[in-house]
Every structure is written in structure tokens, then in C-alpha cells.
């Protein structure tokens, strides 16, 4: 394994006053995200698509969490965020959505949009109407929590620690919406240079509500902490990559 295919082990300490924005913080990896920031002297901002659920989660965060209603398929909800967090200086575009269905035969072209809408098109909207904000930072980073399951190499067959046969053409809304989130990423990176660091995180199956009623997953905090590091990148740290939660490099 050379150097390029794992992560610093140190983050950077955070600067006094920084700032960060998690999407679909209420719960599950956007919340422990949002723990482990506030647990290191950041500010974060909880978006939450219900408002209520929002502030629940910030009272239990603590003072340094404040909540702010966020539909990321919601353009006026985007504006109306940005006019209210102002400052940010990290960015994690955590929400997403899993809207079911099968192989291409089992899918409605309804599950499709669903799952491009909030995993796509929700984190381009956000991402876009934030850069403002994140220019002005003097460390600015994006995060974008995807998944290995949209790895197109793992789809191929080319991972020997998953049964992939297993599951091969199942979940294709979900699955491809992260294909389609890792190429935004990339090319994203490409777009803004080293002044900005973009990278996406797999965070591997934990316990959220993308599985809610089933008994699978580990814990989300585990997962968190990968966000974390790539939160706080070195201004020397990589951008443009799939990160696994253990901090080793997934092959897009």
C-alpha cells in the first residue's frame, strides 16, 4: 500500500471559530459527525429537513450546535440556509436517502428520481450555493458521505472482502445515485483546485435510518470519525478521492 491509498493519520487542529454545515444531522452518521466537530472546538450548524427534529438534536449537542431547516431538494430551504449560517468553513453533505426497489426489472422510475434527487442533485444544489462561504475560508473543505457500493470497481466484481455476486443489479437507485455523487465529486475537485478540498467518504453499513428495521450496521460514530478526518485535512491533504471510514482509498 503506498501513501496515496491511505490518509494522514493527523487532522488538523481546528483554527478558534470554524465553522461547519452537516446535512442531516438530526440523526445517525450526520449527528455523530456533528458530535465529534463540536468535541473538538468547531461550531456546526445541523441541518435537518424537519426543523423540530433539528433543534432536538441541537439541544442535545450542546450550546456550540445550532439547528437550521434544511431540505436539500428544496431550493428556497438552500437560499434561506445560506442566508442563515453565513460563515462556513466545512461543508458535509451528509443527507441521503435509500428509496428501495431492486435490479432494473424491480425499480420505478420514481424510485430512481427520489434517490437522485436528495443523493445527486441535493448535494450539487447545496454544495453550489455554498461556495461563497467556503471561498472565504482559509481552509475550506467539502465532504461529501457517499458509499462503496457505488464504487463501479467493487460493482465489477473487483473486491475480494464483499460478495458482490451476491447482490449484483440489486439496489440501483441507491447504488448508482452514489456512483453518479463520486463522479461529482471528482470532477468537482478538479473544478476547484487544492484552495478547496473535496473529497467523499464510504462509510461502510452502520445503523441509520437508510436501514431502519433491519438488524444490520455498526455504529454510526465509527463511520463519523471518518468524516471527521476529512474534515480537517491537513492544507497538504489529498482531495478528489472515496475514502473508506478506516481511512484507506476506495477505487472509484
Do not use: C
Amino acid at each position: 500500500m503506498t501513501d496515496i491509498d491511505r490518509l494522514p493519520e493527523a487532522i488538523r487542529p481546528p483554527d478558534p471559530g470554524l465553522i461547519a454545515l452537516v446535512t442531516g444531522a438530526n440523526s445517525g452518521i450526520g449527528f455523530e459527525t456533528a458530535r465529534h466537530l463540536i468535541g473538538l472546538g468547531v461550531t456546526v450548524w445541523v441541518g435537518a429537513r424537519d426543523l423540530a427534529k433539528g433543534q432536538t438534536a441541537a439541544a442535545e449537542l450542546g450550546p456550540s450546535a445550532h439547528a437550521v431547516q434544511l431540505d436539500v431538494t428544496d431550493p428556497s430551504s438552500v437560499e434561506a440556509a445560506v442566508s442563515q449560517v453565513g460563515s462556513v468553513d466545512i461543508l458535509v453533505n451528509n443527507a441521503g436517502v435509500n428509496p428501495g426497489g431492486e435490479d432494473i426489472d424491480g425499480t420505478s422510475i420514481e424510485q430512481f428520481r427520489v434517490a437522485y434527487e436528495t443523493n445527486v442533485f441535493g448535494l450539487i444544489g447545496v454544495t453550489q450555493a455554498f461556495l461563497p462561504a467556503l471561498r472565504r475560508s482559509e481552509h475550506p473543505r467539502i465532504v461529501n458521505v457517499s458509499s462503496g457500493t457505488g464504487s463501479l470497481t467493487w460493482n465489477s466484481g473487483q473486491n475480494p472482502q464483499f460478495d458482490w455476486e451476491r447482490v449484483k443489479g440489486g439496489g440501483i437507485a441507491y447504488r448508482s445515485s452514489k456512483t453518479a455523487a463520486n463522479a461529482v465529486t471528482l470532477l468537482m475537485a478538479q473544478a476547484l483546485g487544492e484552495s478547496v478540498k473535496v473529497n467523499a467518504l464510504a462509510p461502510g453499513l452502520r445503523r441509520t435510518n437508510l436501514v431502519a428495521g433491519m438488524s444490520v450496521g455498526g455504529d454510526p460514530a465509527e463511520a463519523a470519525a471518518g468524516a471527521v478526518r476529512l474534515a480537517l485535512l491537513p492544507d497538504d491533504g489529498p482531495t478528489g478521492a472515496l475514502w473508506s471510514w478506516d481511512g484507506t482509498r476506495v477505487p472509484w
